[in-house]
């Protein structure tokens, strides 16, 4: 095999294909427990649309925790498929599979708007820091330190001339027309 990247993924393709269906074979009465005892992570795999799969994951990783001591007491005892039988068909069992995929489910409801809030507390106060540090440093310095140079005023003129000429523009008094082709007619 060469270094190109479309080699590499073609080699673990066929490795997957190959290894997969023995090892399905071989742990087949774990994969079943797995398969039964993590239903909630796979439903919750299937409805989360986001890229990261975020929620899928938390339940899952609670789920696994929730279904693993079962996973070893098949591995330790009776490793067949009566064994995952009657470990399903225990209802504490069942229970505590499905009971922490409800505490995954459960958290992914909760932390979300405690993060919300916890990250806009966060913010504030940091945004308040900066403000406090930005008006000391113009105390300190000036105004240049905020990117606001001082722009000198255009000459303001007063309030009554400024509407007088206003006026006279749009009275249609003589010499004073809006359009040029106005003016070049009237002359």
């Known amino acids: 095999m060469s270094d190109d990247p479309g080699n ?12 997969a269906p023995v090892v399905a074979i071989a742990f087949f009465p774990t994969i079943l427990l ?17 890229p990261r799969k975020v929620t899928a994951r938390s339940i899952g990783y609670l789920n696994f925790a929730g279904a693993l001591p079962y996973a070893l007491q098949l591995w330790t ?6 064994g995952v039988m009657a470990l399903v068909m225990e209802p504490a069992a069942l229970m505590i599979m499905y009971g922490a995929a409800a505490v995954g489910w459960t958290l992914n409801f909760i932390m979300a708007p ?3 809030a916890y990250l806009a507390v966060q913010h504030e106060s940091k945004s308040r820091s900066i403000g406090s540090r930005q008006e000391k440093l113009v105390k300190e310095w000036g105004s ?3 990117g606001q140079a001082a722009v000198p005023a255009a000459p303001q003129k007063p309030v009554e001339q400024g509407m007088a000429e206003e006026n006279k523009t749009f009275k249609g008094e003589p010499g004073t027309a809006e359009d040029p082709a106005e003016e070049e007619e009237a002359t």
């Open 77 to 82: 005892g009776q490793n067949t498929i009566s």
């Open 114 to 116: 405690i993060m919300s």
């Open 8 to 19: 590499v993924t073609k080699g673990r393709a066929v490795i997957a294909w190959v290894v």
């Open 144 to 146: 240049e330190v905020k």
């Open 34 to 50: 797995l398969v039964i005892g993590m239903a909630p992570s796979i439903v919750a795999y299937i409805i989360d649309k986001r």
